[in-house]
């Protein structure tokens, strides 16, 4: 066991009060619980013969303490020999005392190797003299890459352009294993969908089989970053493996009392037809509720464009109004929304309610009409995470809007939506089927026009009849609308 004061959840952020938090922001530091090690730690396969092990970014050590442990608790007598890489001097000490005991206890050989393993790690591989680890077990560091930053280029000089630490980190430790080599990691979801992880995604799968993925479902505080509340994951993969079975396992937290695992094709989890390569994860044991031919199309087939709000406030603060005036035109927010109601304009509001309309900002702006709405951000407290609202037109007064960045928005070319496509639209998007199918593939408070891309619709005949339903019953409860979606599922055309 290595030697750390008590703390909370299954990584977390108490540490020595030597290093502060900002400290902490900056070397993307949040520490493994000892539950959650030993779990990683119990997920490799035994070893053959011997073990080099890669833990980048160590710590204080505890993950490769626990895969030591493990190995040893497990009869393995084999050679084990240890990098951990780590740049932090002032968690050096605590690393260094940690290892003297593992090594006089479990006979295994650990260097240290102080400063940043980006850096290191890809001249190895530039100079042809990476170890070929065949086990890494990694925390990595959670941190934005700047694109014009070093370590942006020397990723991508071993073929890997990412916007993160943590996926630099687990791809370049990928590219210095062995083939067969097992990599076993924890980290935020937010790498399983979203354009900015696509070129990460396909790094990963087109170079390891992914063998094991366990969901935490409560999200935890401890990637919290842009504003966006993360689950997350442990991977396991295997290098230069088929893909086959994976594991699926979730738990609510690190004390994994409702542990639950199943096995998946691994076309269940990335779907053969999915350009983006989205990982799914599903919970519970049943289908993706939208996978039958009844919601078949995608938005494309449908003729249909979903984007972000194009307003994007804190760039034209000038231009906007606190209330409405003479040559200004509504603009909306989703404090403009009551449920499905629209209010506008909300005077006093903290939210401005309009925006000049001149040539600066015509391009952003767009013709009143029907359009469905939904908004990027939903609170934790939320049932949903879609959460789907129609425009009136009628209650604009003005030929040109302005929506808001905080909504993603469906359009026909930047023009409105009919009437009917509008509501069905929406109600298709507030049940349950579409939360749930959401789910499997994305675990953020952050709904992504390019999430919205990936959902799977029905025709437009059934979004039609369903608008038209919507439009006759003032307030839909979720249960109807729920049932409604279950008689399109059962229908043929
Ligand atoms: C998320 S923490 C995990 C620490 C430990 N592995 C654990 O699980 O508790 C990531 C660690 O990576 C270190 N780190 C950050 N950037 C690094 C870099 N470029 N090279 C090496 N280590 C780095 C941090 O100092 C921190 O200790």
């Not at 000089?157 to 590219?175: Q, R, W």
């Not at 691994?266 to 350009?275: A, K, M, R, S, Y």
């Not at 049932?383 to 905080?406: F, H, S, T």
Request: some cysteine; proline content about 6%; glycine content about 8%.
């Amino acid at each position: 066991m290595v030697h750390r004061k008590g703390s909370r959840g299954h990584v977390s952020n108490d540490q020595p009060e030597t290093i502060s938090r900002k400290r902490q922001g900056e070397l993307g530091q949040f520490f493994t619980q000892e539950h959650v090690a030993t779990f990683m730690a119990g997920l490799f396969q035994k070893p053959v013969e011997t073990v080099r092990l890669l833990d980048a970014g160590a710590g204080d050590g505890i993950l490769l303490s626990a895969f030591v442990r493990h190995q040893r608790g497990c009869g393995y007598q084999g050679p084990i020999s240890v990098d951990a890489y780590e740049r932090d001097e002032l968690i050096l000490p605590d690393l260094e005392s940690n290892i003297g005991s593992l090594e006089k206890e479990c006979h295994v050989t650990i260097e240290i190797i102080r400063g940043d393993f980006i850096g290191h790690g890809s001249r190895l591989i530039g100079e042809g003299r990476e170890p070929r680890y065949t086990h890494a077990i990694l925390n990595p560091p959670y941190r934005k890459i700047h694109s014009r930053s070093g370590h942006r280029a020397q990723l991508r000089a071993i073929g890997l352009e990412t916007v993160n630490l943590y996926s630099g980190f687990v791809g370049l430790a990928l590219a210095m294993m062995e083939p067969g080599g097992q990599l076993v990691a924890i980290l935020p979801r937010s790498f399983c969908n979203g354009p900015y992880f696509e070129p990460f995604r396909r790094f990963l799968l087109s170079r390891a089989a992914l063998k094991h993925i366990h969901l935490f479902q409560a999200r935890d505080k401890a990637f919290q970053g842009d504003r966006v509340l993360q689950e997350n994951v442990i991977i396991r993969l295997s290098k230069g493996e088929r893909h086959g079975a994976v594991m699926v396992s979730t738990s609510s937290d690190d004390r994994f009392s409702d542990y639950i695992e199943t096995s998946h094709a691994f076309g269940t989890i990335v779907l053969p037809e999915d350009p983006h390569q989205f990982i799914h994860i599903p919970t519970g044991n049943g289908a993706d509720p939208l996978a039958g031919p009844a919601f078949r199309f995608r938005l494309g087939d449908l003729g249909l464009s979903v984007s972000t709000g194009p307003v994007m406030d804190y760039r034209i603060r000038e231009e906007l109004c606190a209330e409405p005036e003479p040559g200004a035109v509504p603009l909306l927010y989703p404090a403009h929304f009551s449920g499905q109601a629209l209010q506008w304009p909300r005077p006093g509001s903290k939210k401005p309610n309009a925006i000049r309309f001149n040539e600066r900002t015509a391009k952003w702006l767009l013709p009143n009409g029907w359009y469905t709405l939904v908004r990027r951000l939903s609170s934790k407290e939320e049932r949903r995470r879609i959460v789907a609202q129609v425009l009136d037109p009628e209650k604009l007064p003005a030929a040109r809007i302005g929506i808001e960045n905080d909504f993603n928005i469906f359009h026909v070319g930047k023009q409105p939506l009919e009437r009917r496509l509008a509501h069905g639209l929406a109600t298709y998007l507030n049940s349950t089927a579409v939360d749930e199918s959401f789910r499997r593939f994305n675990g953020h408070t952050q709904v992504n026009a390019s999430d919205l891309r990936a959902l799977r619709y029905p025709s437009r005949e059934m979004l039609l009849e369903l608008g038209d339903w919507a439009m006759r019953s003032p307030t839909v409860h979720q249960q109807a609308i729920d049932q409604a979606i279950d008689h399109l599922r059962l229908r043929r055309d």
